[in-house]
């Protein structure tokens, strides 16, 4: 029974009991042996060691171990591990600390690039140097580089001077690759030895007194590997706030920078060389440009170079995709513009101008030339306040129209408006001196994003920003005129068809209906608009729609319809007004057009409804097609046209339905006024219409509604004149006045109109005040369909000569017979048809009565 289980009588407890005891005595007894067996063991090993110390020569080793003995380990195994470990304590190890690595690699860089100034080899000159100053970066004590370095690029100067001299003098050309090194080097060597100056003009003028000087920077100590741990240096509270005050910013390299009026310009074209980079950090270089911005004294120039790559910088943010820029950041960029142009207006003799020299030289600052009133720094401020604006635009994309983030944001539109007012004003004053040539197209782009900020605002919000901007109120229309004509004068092309694009759906937009259909015509952009670009293009889809419905509530039916008829009669108004992607099927879209498409979308306070605009299409359709669909219908002869293809078939459709509940949308409530209309009925489509809920987004919504009344009941006539005009011999008009309960003079009116127009055989007799129908004008039933049937053949007939005469071309004789056999034959027949016999096989004759066959004979022998 184990030991380890115990059972429950007492037979078994008695048991386990004693068996303890055996184990127990046996265990003690174990280690009594094993404590002898270990004492023998190291007294024999010190005995054994002593004989060693004594004796000079080694021991043979002795037969192989046996059995278990082959896992224990021998006297003289165990010796000679004591002696090793006992050497190892004794030698302290040098150790190299990670400066200590870094000054070798630095050396055999530099003995590297040595090398390949002795055999000429530019090209591992070039990559060795690039290598050479990663390296001394994490070296470098404050602005002090090793001597080494400085002795190792101050030689390579003076040897790359010495090549060029060479270069100019000896015919013989480098290699391609030697050539390329050599450039490299040459370009950045001159740059990056600007940074150590000073210690470069020491070492030329004593190179041996620079090498031996104490100031160099201090090798690190070797430390004893028995040590390093031991040691834990004791630093006093003094020095620990001597290092504090010691500490400066470094970057992510570990190089100090030192932010001094004196750097800033080198601060700032080391950060215009990384932009683009990959690996660069934008948020930053942000930080560091804030930083420099901040840095006392710093002079005007200074200053608009700092805040210009400062906001260039925050716009990198925005760059990609379909990323947009962060708001904080917009909003910091719109600080820092606000900033430049307050800058630009005090300090007078500084101009930002596009055609300004770049200033080179980071060690001192430019100053005014002689002869000259200004000092020019080269920038646009035109490109930043755009680029500004483009950003809000895509920001507001982004958003949910439906939240308030996006009344929010749309707020910052406010102080934008501002800006550009500002930048107008200062590109006005630039313009006044001939001598900076300020170009034309940078006054006429700003004044473009002004127009664009409030061409499709009504005059009451323009009116609270022109007061938020320059503390005086105008009239919004004049205003619009003013910059729209200015641009028309003294620009062309986009903005020239821009600017009058904005003026006329602002004019359209308020009510404004015969001036801006005449500036529409006038300006013939239906013509050319097709050679704009997009923008431009649902610039015009938009105005195109807003002049149709001015022209709606104006009460100008035709009008409307026929201007909405391009837009809407397409089914793609989405599209087409920037105000949504239209999802197609079997279209292949590369993604590249769809980030493209998603680009151009309007923010959503730009967008004109689409239910609104396709309910008043639908109705002026409706007030349109009904009559005209009554008029072709008691009148077979008279040609049918159709005004709507899009109302039509929408019709087409609702009449096939078996059952029409009530109307749901605004669709449906066309369609069953439609259907009322036609029969008659014009309260009951007046109430249809009314009942249309979009009508209260436009404006003077009861005003809207009367004149809607009062077209369905002058339609409401016509249809019923056409419909029944065959069963009246005479109608008086004051009959017609109480049905449509119209004035009588109205009456009169709509119908001498349809008289003119020849729409109705009738004549007015005013005597009577009736309206007196010709009989015997209609067609009989008969008459109406051999007129439909001639004019089908026709029709049929002229399809198939244009099929004949595209399948036929340069074949006029393909039906003229090569073979005398089958020509005799057919021949023989023809002549026995059409006149006499002349001969057994007579040919056939261009021109003859063999063939005849109308207009199909007439195209084959053309």
Same mark, same amino acid.
């Given at each position: ?5 115990r059972g429950?009588d007492d037979s078994s407890?008695?048991?386990s009991s004693?068996? $303890?005891?055996?184990y127990?005595s046996?265990?003690?007894e174990k280690v009594k042996?094993?404590d002898e067996?270990?004492?023998e063991?190291?007294?024999?090993e010190?005995e054994?060691?002593?004989e ?5 020569s080694?021991e ?5 171990k046996?059995?278990?003995n082959?896992?224990l380990q021998s006297d ?5 591990e004591?002696?090793e470990?006992q050497?190892e304590?004794?030698a302290t190890?040098?150790?190299k600390?990670?400066k200590d690595?870094?000054?070798d $690699?630095l050396?055999?860089?530099i003995?590297q690039?040595?090398n390949?100034?002795k055999i000429?080899d530019?090209?591992?000159i070039?990559? $060795?140097f ?8 994490k070296l470098?004590?404050?602005s ?10 101050a ?5 790359m001077?010495?090549t ?6 000896t015919p013989?050309?480098m290699?391609?690759t030697n050539?390329r ?5 040459k370009?950045?060597? +001159? ?10 003009d ?5 190179a041996?007194a620079?090498?031996e ?5 201090p090798a690190?100590?070797?430390v004893s590997?028995a040590?390093?741990?031991a040691?834990?240096p004791v630093?006093?509270a003094?020095?620990? $706030?001597?290092?504090d005050?010691g500490?400066?910013t470094?970057d992510s390299? @570990?190089?100090?920078v030192q932010?001094t009026?004196?750097?800033?310009l ?11 980079k990959?690996?660069t950090?934008r948020?930053e270089q ?8 901040k840095?006392?004294p710093?002079?005007p ?12 910088a +925050?716009?990198?943010?925005?760059a990609?995709?379909a990323?947009?820029?962060?708001l904080?950041?917009w909003?910091a ?7 430049l ?6 300090e007078k003799? =500084? ?5 300004a020299e770049?200033?080179?030289?980071d ?5 005014i030339?002689? @002869?000259e ?9 035109v490109?930043l ?6 950003e809000?635009?895509?920001s507001l994309?982004?958003?949910d129209?439906h ?6 944001r749309l ?8 800006t550009i007012f500002?930048?107008?004003l200062?590109?006005?004053h ?8 300020v ?5 006429n &782009?700003?004044?473009?994003r ?5 061409y499709?605002?009504p ?6 920003l022109e007061?938020n901007?320059?503390?005086?109120s105008g009239d919004?229309?004049?205003l ?9 004068e ?7 068809? &821009?600017a009058?694009l %904005?003026?006329?759906?602002?004019l359209?937009l =308020?009510?404004?209906y015969?001036?801006s259909?005449d500036l529409m ?5 239906q013509?050319?608009?097709?050679n704009?670009? *997009?923008a431009?293009q649902?610039?015009?889809?938009r ?6 419905? %001015?022209?709606f ?11 909405l !008829?391009e837009? %809407? ?12 992607v239209?999802?197609?099927r ?5 993604p ?7 680009q151009?979308q309007l ?8 239910e609104l605009l396709?309910?008043?299409y639908?109705?002026?359709?409706m007030?349109?097609?009904?009559p ?6 008691s009148?077979p002869?008279v040609k049918? +046209?159709i005004?709507?293809?899009?109302y039509?078939?929408?019709l087409?459709y609702?009449e096939? !339905? *078996?059952f ?7 669709r449906d409530h066309?369609m069953?006024a439609?259907?009322a ?6 309260k009951?489509a007046t109430d249809f219409i009314h009942?249309?809920?979009?009508w ?5 919504t009861?005003?809207?509604k009367?004149m809607?009344?009062k077209q369905i009941q002058e339609?409401?006539?016509r ?5 029944y005009?065959?069963?009246y011999?005479t109608?008086?008009i004051?009959?017609?006045s109480?049905m449509f309960?119209?004035?009588?003079r109205?009456?009169s009116a709509v119908v001498s109109?349809?008289?003119s127009?020849?729409?109705l ?12 129908f &010709?009989?015997g004008?209609e067609?009989?039933r008969l008459q ?5 049937l001639?004019?089908k ?5 002229e399809?198939?000569e ?6 036929t071309?340069g074949?006029a004789?393909?039906?003229? &017979?090569k073979d ?5 034959q057919?021949?023989?027949r ?8 002349t001969?057994?096989?007579p ?6 009565t ?6 199909l004979?007439n195209?084959?022998?053309?």
């Amino acid at each position: 029974m184990s030991r380890f289980f115990r059972g429950g009588d007492d037979s078994s407890t008695d048991s386990s009991s004693e068996e $303890e005891e055996v184990y127990s005595s046996e265990e003690e007894e174990k280690v009594k042996a094993e404590d002898e067996s270990s004492s023998e063991e190291e007294s024999d090993e010190e005995e054994e060691s002593e004989e060693e110390e004594e004796s000079d020569s080694d021991e043979e080793e002795g037969p192989k171990k046996k059995g278990a003995n082959r896992f224990l380990q021998s006297d003289d195994e165990s010796e000679e591990e004591e002696e090793e470990e006992q050497s190892e304590d004794e030698a302290t190890t040098k150790v190299k600390s990670a400066k200590d690595k870094r000054f070798d $690699e630095l050396e055999s860089t530099i003995s590297q690039i040595q090398n390949g100034q002795k055999i000429n080899d530019w090209s591992l000159i070039a990559s $060795e140097f690039d290598k050479l100053n990663r390296q001394v970066v994490k070296l470098q004590d404050g602005s002090k580089a090793p001597k080494s370095y400085i002795k190792a690029i101050a030689d390579l100067e003076d040897f790359m001077n010495e090549t060029l001299a060479k270069q100019k003098v000896t015919p013989k050309k480098m290699n391609a690759t030697n050539a390329r090194g050599l450039n490299a080097v040459k370009q950045r060597i +001159r740059k990056n030895n600007k940074d150590y100056q000073t210690q470069i003009d020491a070492y030329r003028k004593d190179a041996d007194a620079f090498m031996e000087s104490d100031d160099e920077i201090p090798a690190p100590k070797t430390v004893s590997k028995a040590l390093r741990f031991a040691e834990a240096p004791v630093v006093s509270a003094e020095q620990q $706030e001597e290092d504090d005050k010691g500490f400066s910013t470094v970057d992510s390299r @570990g190089k100090v920078v030192q932010y001094t009026p004196e750097s800033i310009l080198k601060h700032l074209r080391t950060i215009i060389e990384s932009r683009g980079k990959k690996n660069t950090d934008r948020l930053e270089q942000i930080k560091v440009m804030e930083t420099l911005n901040k840095v006392v004294p710093i002079t005007p120039y200074q200053k608009i170079r700092v805040l210009q790559t400062l906001i260039s910088a +925050r716009f990198d943010l925005g760059a990609g995709g379909a990323a947009q820029m962060p708001l904080d950041q917009w909003k910091a960029a719109e600080r820092d513009l606000a900033s430049l142009l307050e800058i630009l207006e005090k300090e007078k003799d =500084h101009v930002v101008v596009e055609g300004a020299e770049e200033w080179d030289d980071d060690d001192k600052l430019p100053t005014i030339p002689e @002869g000259e009133k200004y000092l020019k720094v080269p920038g646009s401020v035109v490109s930043l306040i755009e680029r500004l604006d483009d950003e809000l635009t895509r920001s507001l994309q982004a958003i949910d129209p439906h939240t308030s983030e996006y009344i929010d944001r749309l707020t910052d539109e406010g102080s934008l408006y501002n800006t550009i007012f500002r930048g107008l004003l200062y590109y006005e004053h630039l313009r006044k001196d001939a001598s900076l040539e300020v170009p034309q197209e940078s006054l006429n &782009r700003i004044i473009q994003r002004r127009l664009d900020h409030v061409y499709y605002k009504p005059a009451q919000v323009v009116k609270i920003l022109e007061e938020n901007a320059w503390k005086q109120s105008g009239d919004a229309g004049k205003l619009i005129n003013i910059l729209s004509n200015y641009l028309f004068e003294n620009s062309e092309g986009i903005i020239r068809a &821009r600017a009058m694009l %904005c003026q006329i759906y602002f004019l359209a937009l =308020h009510d404004e209906y015969y001036k801006s259909r005449d500036l529409m015509l006038t300006s013939h952009l239906q013509e050319t608009i097709a050679n704009f670009d *997009i923008a431009t293009q649902i610039l015009y889809n938009r105005t195109l729609v807003q002049v149709g419905l %001015c022209a709606f509530r104006k009460g100008l039916v035709y009008d409307a319809q026929n201007t909405l !008829q391009e837009i %809407c009669g397409s089914g793609r108004q989405k599209e087409l007004l920037a105000q949504g992607v239209m999802i197609q099927r079997y279209s292949q879209v590369t993604p590249e057009q769809e980030r493209l498409e998603k680009q151009r979308q309007l923010p959503f306070h730009m967008h004109i409804n689409l239910e609104l605009l396709e309910c008043v299409y639908l109705t002026c359709s409706m007030l349109l097609e009904i009559p005209l669909l009554a008029q072709t219908g008691s009148s077979p002869d008279v040609k049918k +046209r159709i005004i709507s293809k899009t109302y039509r078939r929408m019709l087409e459709y609702h009449e096939r !339905q *078996i059952f029409t509940g009530p109307p749901e949308n605004t669709r449906d409530h066309v369609m069953q006024a439609s259907k009322a209309l036609a029969a008659g009925e014009w309260k009951k489509a007046t109430d249809f219409i009314h009942s249309i809920k979009i009508w209260d987004l436009m404006p003077n919504t009861e005003d809207i509604k009367t004149m809607l009344a009062k077209q369905i009941q002058e339609e409401g006539l016509r249809t019923y004149l056409f419909t029944y005009a065959p069963f009246y011999d005479t109608l008086a008009i004051a009959t017609l006045s109480s049905m449509f309960e119209l004035d009588s003079r109205k009456v009169s009116a709509v119908v001498s109109k349809m008289i003119s127009h020849e729409e109705l055989a009738a004549a007015l007799d005013q005597v009577t005040e009736t309206v007196i129908f &010709r009989k015997g004008v209609e067609l009989s039933r008969l008459q109406s369909l051999a007129l439909t049937l001639s004019d089908k053949a026709s029709s049929l007939i002229e399809t198939n000569e244009r099929t004949l005469e595209q399948k036929t071309q340069g074949s006029a004789n393909a039906f003229s &017979r090569k073979d005398n056999r089958g020509g005799g034959q057919r021949g023989g027949r023809g002549g026995a048809r059409g006149g006499a016999r002349t001969g057994g096989n007579p040919q056939r004759q261009a021109g003859g009565t063999q063939f005849t066959g109308g207009a199909l004979g007439n195209a084959v022998r053309g």
